[in-house]
């Protein structure tokens, strides 16, 4: 695709509950990762996957956060028994490789915790 | 552990003036550095990234350098525009090549 498309744009969930959120990167780039942003932590990294290797989980912030990268293109971040901490816009970005290479960020999903 | 780091985090100038914004990080071992612009609700537009070696990167209006071993960039506007109103965001990516760790931002008003 043109750019880096993310969706839902918004969702509104009960605690709880678990929430996928979906990324679909550019075409052709190889590394793909997720961001959260959040009013008192700014943008913090969470996990990014590179081609066939095994994908960096260093920022999840506990094990009921996950993703996962099908095929080499398409991610879903998976958020189970969600708190009200987890409200956050969730960004997803994308890059020819790892390293040297801007990084093309999607418009993010905003996920209300209520 | 790599800490980024803005200033101002907030700037009012008046359309026309030409301005700088600040970014520091702690450790020099940077693979490169990039700002992007966000608006308001929507995500990040990369401006300029500048590789390890380099010393800057101009793009029209904008022209970033970077101090590796002092551990600064700045980002130069000239000649703000209302349409420059947005928070300017500074981030590195360290040697393992990987992910990008951000500042807190500066959030630009540019008053017409």
């Known amino acids: 695709g043109a750019g880096v498309s993310q969706s839902p744009s918004n969702k509104v969930t009960e605690k709880g509950k678990d929430v996928e959120l979906r990324c679909d990167p550019i075409?052709?780039?190889?590394?793909l990762y997720w961001y959260r942003q959040s009013l008192g932590q700014g943008l913090e990294f969470l996990i990014y996957?590179?081609?066939?290797?095994?994908?960096?989980k260093s920022g999840l912030p506990s094990d009921r956060f996950s993703a996962e990268r099908t095929g080499g293109s398409v991610s879903t971040l998976t958020i189970q028994r969600t708190q009200q901490e987890d409200s956050a816009v969730y960004l997803c970005?994308?890059?020819?490789?790892?390293?040297?290479?801007?990084?093309?960020f999607g418009a993010g999903t905003r996920l209300s915790v209520l | 552990k790599q800490e980024v780091t803005q200033i101002p985090a907030a700037l009012s100038v008046p359309e026309g003036e030409n301005l700088v914004l600040n970014c520091s990080f702690t450790d020099s071992a940077i693979y490169n550095l990039q700002w992007f612009r966000q608006d308001p609700g929507k995500g990040l537009t990369s401006l300029l990234l500048i590789q390890s070696s380099q010393r800057e990167q101009t793009s029209g209006r904008l022209n970033a350098s970077l101090d590796k071993s002092s551990g600064r960039s700045t980002l130069y506007i000239a000649a703000s525009q209302p349409g420059d109103s947005a928070t300017y965001l500074c981030a590195v990516i360290d040697n393992q090549g990987g992910k990008l760790i951000f500042g807190q931002g500066t959030e630009l008003s540019v008053k017409p």
């Open positions: 996957f590179q081609g066939n290797s095994a994908p960096d």
């Open positions: 970005a994308s890059s020819l490789d790892r390293g040297g290479y801007i990084q093309y």
């Open positions: 075409s052709g780039h190889t590394a």
